[in-house]
C-alpha cells in the first residue's frame, strides 16, 4: 500500500474512532442532567468517514469549501481535533452547552466551519449559490485576482426528498454553474427506513438534465480484486441484484450469513465457491461492506480524477453504520451502540482504557502520521475566515415634497445610486425571483446590467423596439436575475452576504420579492440569519395595500417574522424620507462586526451588525416635507419618534407603523378637535423598540439600574390614564404589546384575516384600520360603547 493511502487508512480508523467516541461519552460516560437522551447519529457518521478522510485529507484546497451533512458533524469536528483545531473540553461537551455543536455551525463553533447546516437541503443547495456568487466576484475588475475554489455538498442521501434541492438545481442551469460538487453518502437508509429501490436511477436523470456529470461510486478496491478472480463476474451481478433492505440486513447479520445466503442463491459453481471459501467469515464481511463509499483509496483516486469544472454529483454507495456492531441495522439512524457492544468495539479498535482522547491512540506510526497530516494542503494555511474593509456609505437624501409610496422610493433611491461612481454602489449586487420589474429594480438593473459569465444580447434592443427593461446580460452586470423560487432568493442573498468571509471580497447583497411570499423562503431566510450572512431583503408590496390582488397577494404576518427572526432588524417606514435615513444607517449595518457591546442609549447591539428587512408597499401617500431634525432621524432608526409630540393632559396617543400614516394623521385631526394633547407615535421598527425594551429589562435585572430603552424614553412623559390606539396594516400583535412598557391600555388595531379584492379604502374600512374607526375606537371607549364589530364588517355590495 503505498505510504499516503496507508496514512489515509489511518485517518479513517481515528477518525471513525473519535467521531464513536465523542457520541458515546455524551450518552453513556457525561453525567446525565435531565435524564434525555443527548444523540449523536453514530451509524450517519460511520457511513461518511471514508469519503471525508478522502476529500479533507487528500482532495481538497484551501479554497474549497464544504458543507457537511448535519448528521456527519462529529465526523467533522474529529477532523478539526486531530488538526489541533478543537480543544478536548468542547469535544468532552459534544451538544452540550458551550461544547461542539450538533450540527456544523459558523457562528457556535470556534472551529473552521464554511456552512452552517441543520436544516436539510439548505446546505447542499447553498453550495450552488455560492459558486454563483464566486463567478460573479471573478467577473470583476475589484475581484478578478480573488482564488476560485470548489463549493461542496456532503449530501444524506434521503436530503434528495428536499424540494429545494431541485429549484437550486434548475437556477444552476440558469447560471451556467460550475465548480461545484455535490457527494452524496447513498447508504440507502434515512430515519425511518430504507430509501425505495431504484430511485437514484431516476434523480441521475434529474441531475443529467441540467448539465450535471454523475460519477457512480459503487465498489471498493477489495470488491473490484474479487471481480477479477475467476466467479467474480457472478458475484457482481449478485451485488447489483440485491435490493437495498437485504443488503442492509445481511451486512447487520455478518459474514456467516453472507456465506450462507451467497452459497443458497449462486449454488455450488465451483469458481463462486473457491471465492468464498479462500475468505473467512470475517474477510467475507469486510468484502461484501467493502462498497465505494466505505474505501477511502476508491474515493481518493475517483475525486482525483476529476480535471474539469462543470458541476459533478457523486453517488458513493455506502454501509450505514460501517465499520460497527450496529452497520446495517434499519434502525440505527438515531440507535447508538450500547455499553456492552461499545466496550467490544474498543478492544477491536485496538484503544486502550484511558486513551480515548488521545488524537493518534492505536496508530502503529504516530511520527509517520504527523507528518503527513502536516503536509495535507487543505489545512496548509490555517483558518479561512477572512475580511475586507468597509465601504464608506454616501449620503443618500430623497425629494419627500409630493406624493410617493416607499417602494418608488426604494426604486430612487437605488437609480440614484446606480448613477454614481461610490465603492459602495460597485459593489451592490440586486436579486430578485423573478419580480425585478414590480419591485421597482428596473432603473437599477437598466443602469448597472444583468449578471452572466458570457455576455447574451437582447433581442429586443437588437431590433430597437421600445421596451422599459433594457436587460443586458453581461459579466460586468449587477443584478442576478432569478426564477420565481423564493427559496433560491433567500439563499443567494446568504451567499453573497457571506462573500467577505467566504471569498475576502465584501458584496452588498439586496433581494426584492413580494412581502406576502417572505414566508415561502422563511426556511432559507432563516438558515442565512443563523449563518450571519449579510444583506437587504425589501419585501414589497406589504399589507392590503395590493389590493386588487386579493388576498393571496396580502401579508399579514410578515410584521411578526420581522420581530420574531434573529439576526435580521426589520422596519416599516411610511414616508421617502424615512426610508432614505434607514437605508443609509442599514448600508452601514450590514458591513459592521463588534463584539456586541449595547448601546446604552437604546440598549441594541447594533455594533455586532446584522441584516436588515424593509416592508415598503405600493401605496403612494402624501409626504410630510423636508425634514431636518435630528430627534427625526435618530427617532427612524431606533424605531420610533413623535409626529405629533403628546400634551401634558394627552388621554390618546395614536401609534401606527408603516403605509397606514395618512388614517392615523386624520383620525388624530378629528379626534383632536375635542382633545388638543393627542398624541401621534410613528413607529418604523416595531422590531428595533421591542428588542431594546427587552434588554434594557435583562441589563436592569443585572444591576443596570438605570437602563432604559427608546420606547421607555418615548413613553415616559405619558399620564397614567392615557390609552394608546395601536394601528398597522398587518398583524395587531405587531404593537400591542407597547401597552406593556408603562402599564398603558392599549387597544391594537390591524388586519387578523386574510383579505379580498377591493379598493384600498375597502380593504382599512373592511379591517377597520381607517381613520373613521380608529375615532370610532377612540369614542367607543370614551362611551363606553363596544364597537368591536367594526373590525368585519361586511363591504357593502360584496
Avoid at 441543520?118 to 455560492?130: D, E, M, Q, R
Avoid at 473467512?280 to 469486510?286: F, R
Avoid at 395590493?546 to 401579508?555: R, Y
Avoid at 431634525?629 to 401634558?648: C, E, H, N, T, V
Wanted: proline letters at 5%.
Amino acid at each position: 500500500m503505498p505510504a499516503d493511502l496507508t496514512q489515509l487508512k489511518a485517518v479513517e480508523q481515528r477518525l471513525l474512532w473519535l467521531s464513536h467516541w465523542m457520541i458515546h461519552h455524551a450518552n453513556h460516560v457525561r453525567p446525565k442532567i435531565d435524564g434525555i437522551k443527548v444523540g449523536g447519529h453514530q451509524a450517519s457518521s460511520a457511513s461518511m468517514v471514508s469519503i471525508m478522510t478522502a476529500l479533507y485529507f487528500s482532495a481538497l484546497r484551501p479554497e474549497d469549501r464544504v458543507a457537511v451533512k448535519p448528521h456527519a458533524s462529529p465526523v467533522f469536528h474529529a477532523i478539526q481535533y486531530m488538526m489541533g483545531n478543537q480543544t478536548r473540553e468542547k469535544m468532552e461537551n459534544f451538544r452540550g452547552f458551550g461544547g461542539v455543536q450538533s450540527y456544523p455551525s459558523r457562528t457556535k463553533d470556534t472551529c473552521d466551519v464554511d456552512f452552517s447546516t441543520g436544516s436539510v437541503g439548505l446546505g447542499v443547495a447553498i453550495t450552488s449559490f455560492a459558486s454563483i456568487i464566486q463567478d460573479y466576484i471573478h467577473a470583476k475588475s475589484w475581484g478578478a485576482n480573488a482564488p476560485m475554489g470548489r463549493m461542496v455538498a456532503l449530501v444524506g442521501d434521503a436530503e434528495l426528498d428536499e424540494g429545494n434541492i431541485y429549484e437550486a438545481l434548475q437556477e444552476g442551469w440558469k447560471n451556467d454553474l460550475r465548480n461545484t460538487w455535490w457527494i452524496v453518502d447513498y447508504n440507502r437508509q434515512s430515519l425511518d427506513g430504507i430509501v425505495r429501490e431504484g430511485l437514484f436511477g431516476r434523480i441521475e436523470k434529474i441531475f443529467d438534465a441540467f448539465g450535471w456529470d454523475v460519477v457512480r461510486v459503487k465498489y471498493g478496491a477489495l470488491q473490484r480484486a474479487a471481480f477479477e478472480e475467476p466467479g467474480g463476474e457472478a458475484l457482481r451481478d449478485w451485488i447489483d441484484a440485491c435490493p437495498n433492505q437485504e443488503y442492509s440486513a445481511l451486512t447487520f447479520m455478518g459474514g456467516a450469513v453472507w456465506r450462507k445466503r451467497l452459497m443458497d442463491d449462486l449454488g455450488d459453481q465451483g469458481d463462486v465457491t473457491a471465492l468464498l471459501e479462500r475468505r473467512s467469515d470475517d474477510e467475507l464481511a469486510e468484502l461484501m461492506e467493502n462498497l465505494g463509499g466505505n474505501c477511502v483509496a476508491t474515493m481518493a483516486d475517483t475525486f482525483a480524477a476529476i480535471d474539469h469544472d462543470r458541476p459533478t454529483c457523486f453517488l458513493a454507495y455506502t454501509i450505514k453504520g460501517w465499520g460497527t456492531p450496529i452497520a446495517g441495522h434499519k434502525d440505527n439512524h438515531g440507535g447508538l451502540m450500547n455499553s456492552s457492544q461499545f466496550t467490544d468495539w474498543q478492544t477491536h479498535m485496538g484503544i486502550g482504557t484511558g486513551e480515548e482522547w488521545e488524537p493518534f491512540a492505536g496508530v502503529e506510526d504516530p511520527v509517520a502520521l504527523r507528518d503527513f497530516l502536516s503536509r495535507v494542503p487543505f489545512f496548509a494555511r490555517g483558518t479561512r475566515r477572512f475580511r475586507d474593509n468597509r465601504l464608506s456609505v454616501p449620503a443618500i437624501a430623497i425629494d419627500s415634497a409630493r406624493e410617493t409610496s416607499t417602494q418608488m422610493a426604494f426604486g430612487k433611491i437605488l437609480d440614484d445610486l446606480s448613477k454614481g461612481n461610490s465603492g459602495l454602489a460597485a459593489r451592490i449586487v440586486t436579486t430578485s425571483p423573478d419580480v425585478t420589474g414590480t419591485t421597482n429594480l428596473g432603473p437599477w438593473g437598466n443602469r448597472r446590467k444583468l449578471f452572466a459569465r458570457t455576455a447574451q444580447a437582447d433581442a429586443f434592443i437588437d431590433h430597437r423596439i421600445p421596451s422599459t427593461a433594457k436587460w443586458e446580460f453581461t459579466p460586468e452586470g449587477q443584478h442576478i436575475e432569478l426564477g420565481i423560487a423564493e427559496m433560491n432568493l433567500m439563499l443567494l442573498l446568504g451567499a453573497a452576504g457571506l462573500s467577505h468571509s467566504l471569498f475576502g471580497k465584501r458584496l452588498i447583497p439586496i433581494g426584492t420579492v413580494y412581502d406576502p411570499f417572505v414566508a415561502r423562503g422563511l426556511d432559507a431566510l432563516n438558515y442565512a440569519c443563523y449563518q450571519d450572512a449579510r444583506f437587504l431583503l425589501v419585501g414589497t408590496p406589504s399589507g392590503v395595500t395590493l389590493a386588487p390582488e386579493g388576498g393571496a397577494h396580502q401579508s399579514v404576518g410578515t410584521p411578526l417574522i420581522g420581530i420574531s427572526q434573529d439576526g435580521l432588524a426589520a422596519f416599516e417606514p411610511a414616508f421617502a424620507d424615512e426610508l432614505a435615513v434607514i437605508m443609509e444607517w442599514a448600508f452601514d449595518y450590514l458591513q459592521r462586526d463588534g463584539e456586541g457591546d449595547p448601546d446604552e442609549r437604546t440598549w441594541l447591539r447594533d455594533e455586532t451588525g446584522g441584516s436588515v428587512y424593509l416592508r415598503l408597499t405600493t401605496n403612494p401617500i402624501e409626504q410630510p416635507g423636508k425634514r431636518v431634525d435630528d430627534s427625526f432621524r435618530q427617532g427612524a432608526i431606533d424605531g420610533a419618534y413623535w409626529l405629533r409630540k403628546p400634551g401634558p393632559n394627552c388621554d390618546v396617543v395614536i401609534a401606527y407603523q408603516g403605509a397606514v400614516a395618512p388614517e392615523a394623521i386624520r383620525a388624530a385631526g378629528l379626534i383632536g378637535e375635542n382633545r388638543r394633547d393627542v398624541g401621534v407615535l410613528a413607529v418604523t421598527s416595531a422590531d428595533r423598540l421591542n428588542a431594546g425594551w427587552t434588554a434594557a429589562q435583562r441589563a436592569r435585572s443585572r444591576g443596570h439600574a438605570g437602563a432604559r430603552s427608546h420606547a421607555e424614553a418615548l413613553l415616559s412623559g405619558l399620564p397614567p390614564h392615557c390609552r394608546i390606539i395601536t394601528v398597522i396594516d398587518g398583524h395587531p400583535a405587531t404593537l400591542s404589546w407597547l401597552g406593556s412598557i408603562a402599564g398603558h391600555q392599549t387597544i391594537p388595531l390591524g388586519v387578523e384575516h386574510f383579505g379580498q379584492t377591493g379598493t384600498i379604502g375597502d380593504l382599512y374600512r373592511h379591517h377597520g384600520i381607517d381613520a373613521e374607526a380608529i375615532v370610532e375606537k377612540v369614542n367607543g371607549l370614551t362611551h363606553g360603547k363596544d364597537v368591536s364589530h367594526r373590525i368585519l364588517a361586511p363591504i357593502p355590495g360584496h
